[in-house]
């Protein structure tokens, strides 16, 4: 009896964690799943020292904050250019193509010490500021994650694609940390070449991260017109349509009567269309986006490991330590969110996750107690990413499957290009004696973008909701009882 119910709560475990659905995924699924731990992992280790790098050349904070504010403003032309036309180029190219950048920019960190060539290859290159994503894999990933994954386990699959990322990004930082300590302490190297060496292992990720590219089938291209037209059929053309609310019910009612012509239904061509009703639902997201992105780019992860560098002086392992242990907890996280988000919807799962990590952000830089700073950067941690998996299901759901790499590509484009404001800012206030109140500003705006997110779009109900669901009130909201 008792073990009967001890495997009854294994299967329902699994079951919660979305394990079947990502070990009975495709093999595509599962090398782009890989791909994101490779290229995190790389991200997270040129992250926990490529402001002490900069510093290390004489390079001042005011001068270090525009470099990463022009990085993130290269990476929206490249990522744009790339993401835009990657449909019509071939997403598997495209994705090389990048690979190809990641590792050039590397190399170039790796034996060149200049300024200004330093920072053409970050803007040309893909070198990541922040420890998180830049360059143009995560908007056509998710697109061909999406195109890959039915939807009732998409936001699994979602979930655990988010895990490896924030997984491999801890790997990346505890290792580039002990690695560092190690060869400045043994070895007697000086730092600024310990650096290079983190630099050096960036250049043959990204090598790895090209194979890896071109290991992927022909399942990832765009999906033919003919398949295409067939789903929207099966869906009863309701995909079409995005998530409407009341106010746009009646003319959601007009586009099935006369519905518009989407790329499907054209000749293939590199330029990506977007329809009306994906567009409205775009525009709000983009400036909800905005807000929540810049306040990321005031507290970059760079910054924040340069902040507990500067203030609390912890050597590279204590602090590589430090945020491999955070960067777990937020993994583990986006399991919960999947398992969250089926229960309550995926909007109230963003808002009700991220609120309170952006309150715990503004106590971070007040105490002057290494350990209590600590636990409030623990509790962001533990909640900050948990938004991710359920804010990716719900563009996916938004769109029509031909529009989800040009939107996505939309969407990064927006959120980079507003992070690029915040670095520069944050370097003229550390520059100033006021890091803190980077900190401060950051968590305001990010709970305000938490409210207007929570006023805009809930009650909304993606139309595979709406098919798999039954009836809704008219505009594809849910009745009141279904809301609470």
Known sequence: MATNTFISLLVRLKAELGLDSILNSSRDTKLLCLQRFVRLFAYGASTLIL??????????????????????????????????????????????????LMSASGAVFALNGNYWVLVAASIFGVISPSGNEIGPFKAIEESTLAQLTPPSIRSDIFAWYTLLGSAGSACGIIISGWIVEELKSVNGWPEKRAYRMIFGV?????????????????????????????????????EAEGLLSDDESDAGKASNQKPDATPATRKKSIWPSISPSSRSILIKLCLLFAVDCFASGLIPQSWVTYFFTRK????????????????????????VASSISKRIGLVKTMVFTHLPSAFFLTLIPLPNNVVLAMAFLFLRSSMA????????????????????????????????LSQSGGPVATGA??????????????????????????????GYKSREEYSDRGPTQPGGRRSTNEQA
Not at 60 to 78: E, H
């Open 429 to 458: 206030l550390a520059g100033a004696g006021k890091f803190w109140i980077a900190f401060l500003i950051a968590g305001i705006l990010k709970m305000g973008y938490d409210l207007a997110m929570l006023k805009m779009f809930l």
């Open 385 to 416: 990413n948990m938004d991710q998996a359920p804010r990716q299901a719900f563009i996916a759901a938004a769109v029509l499957p031909s529009e989800r790499t040009a939107v996505m590509g939309v969407v990064n484009v927006v959120k980079t």
């Open 202 to 238: 960036y250049t043959v990720l990204g090598i790895f991260k090209l194979v890896l590219s071109l290991m992927l089938s022909d399942a990832c291209e765009l999906m033919p017109a003919k398949e295409e037209r067939h789903e929207d059929v099966e869906l009863d053309t309701v």
């Open 312 to 335: 609390f002086r912890l050597p590279e392992g204590q602090l590589g330590t430090l945020f491999f242990c955070t960067s777990i907890v937020a993994s583990i996280s986006n399991l």
């Open 51 to 100: 402001a002490a790098y900069l510093s290390s050349l004489g390079i001042s904070d005011a001068r270090i904050g525009l470099f990463m504010t022009l990085t993130l403003l290269g990476d929206v032309v490249i990522s744009f250019g790339l993401t835009l036309f990657a449909d019509g180029l071939g997403r598997r190219k495209t994705l090389a193509a990048g690979s190809a």
